[in-house]
């Protein structure tokens, strides 16, 4: 009876490995899903907008206590407060008839503060190297990947090196997502020096016809003070065997909010160029998004907006507030 019972459940899980597959490989490349409207998969930040407008601005007109009731809704939806004194602010100069009006006075103010960022991915350099950098648990390995997929999608032909050695598991983890997506992946010992590994992997780059490296870092404590310098010895060893990195990339939670603020400003003294927010399509509140790029003047370049490999979206300040501001 219990090698009847053994094997049943050995069926299931091998059929839900298959069904899982086939799921995933319909869901089609980035190519493919980008014809897509972008904005649904933006649905997860609409909760914290939407017919909120019309019940605070939509009651009386613009009046002072609607103002401070939009101002801390606002707040509570992490735009920062720089960001929620100009909404604010514009809200009270343009004085909106109704909540329709107030909608589109915040969209421009928004607009307005999201302008002026370059987003573009900068692929300079031979080979171009993009550094990934961010605390543990935000999903940096798998946004790796992603942005390993999305650039083979592209015509480039990306290598990953797995600095992670502080993690015994996580080159495991790489080499699964690498061998998914079907790009090369350079390993050190655990334990190792991450730097070495960044080193190894410019090098196998050149020698392979690579076109693009992605270093996955450590991330589990990063903000301590000797992994910061690891961090920083990685940028160090590979300016010297090539040019600069194109990009140093800071992948952050967007459940968390304005709490990973600290967090980022740590790591922004790395000499960030540009952020990717994950989990957007979860309980993320949305604002964060201005409040980052207020609070540190850097672009916000991706977000993540699902578990799928083709789930790592180029940032469009346009279709991002259609999603933030929709009132369906």
């Known amino acids: 009876m219990n090698e009847v019972v053994w094997v049943l459940i050995a069926f299931l899980a091998f059929a839900g490995v298959i069904l899982y597959i086939r799921s995933t490989r319909r869901r089609g490349t980035p190519e ?24 605070i601005l939509g009651r009386s007109g613009v009046s002072e206590s609607a103002l401070r009731e939009l101002e801390e809704s606002l707040i509570a939806a992490d735009l920062g407060i720089e960001a929620v004194d100009r909404i604010v602010e514009a809200v009270r100069r ?139 010895k990685i940028l160090r060893v590979i300016g010297r065997g090539s040019d600069q990195p194109s990009e140093v990339l800071l992948v952050m939670d967007a459940t968390t909010g304005q709490s990973g603020l600290a967090q980022a400003r740590r790591f922004a003294e790395l000499g960030v160029t540009g952020i990717i927010l994950t989990k957007l399509d979860g309980t993320a509140k949305g604002g964060v998004v201005l409040g980052v790029e207020r609070e540190l003047s850097i672009p916000v370049k991706f977000i993540g907006v699902g578990e799928g490999l083709d789930d790592l979206a180029p940032f469009d300040s346009q279709t991002f507030l259609n999603a933030l501001l929709s009132h369906e």
């Open 32 to 55: 493919k899903r980008a014809k897509d409207d972008p904005g649904r998969r933006l649905a997860g930040v609409k909760r914290m907008f939407g017919a909120g407008f019309e019940s």
């Open 94 to 232: 343009d004085r909106p008839a109704d909540a329709g009006e107030a909608r589109d006075v915040i969209r421009a103010e928004m607009l307005r503060l999201l302008e002026g960022m370059d987003r573009g991915l900068r692929l300079d350099g031979t080979p171009p190297v993009v550094v990934m950098v961010g605390v543990n648990g935000v999903g940096k390995t798998t946004t790796v990947a992603k942005l390993a997929a999305r650039l083979q999608a592209e015509g480039h032909k990306p290598i990953i090196g797995a600095a992670d050695t502080f993690r015994p598991a996580a080159d495991t983890q790489l080499l699964v997502w690498a061998e998914r997506v079907g790009v090369q992946v350079v390993t050190g010992q655990s334990g190792g020096d991450p730097a070495a590994v960044a080193f190894d992997t410019v090098e196998a780059a050149r020698a392979r016809g690579a076109g693009v490296v992605l270093i996955d870092t450590a991330g589990r404590f990063q903000t301590r003070h000797n992994l910061m310098q690891e961090l920083s």
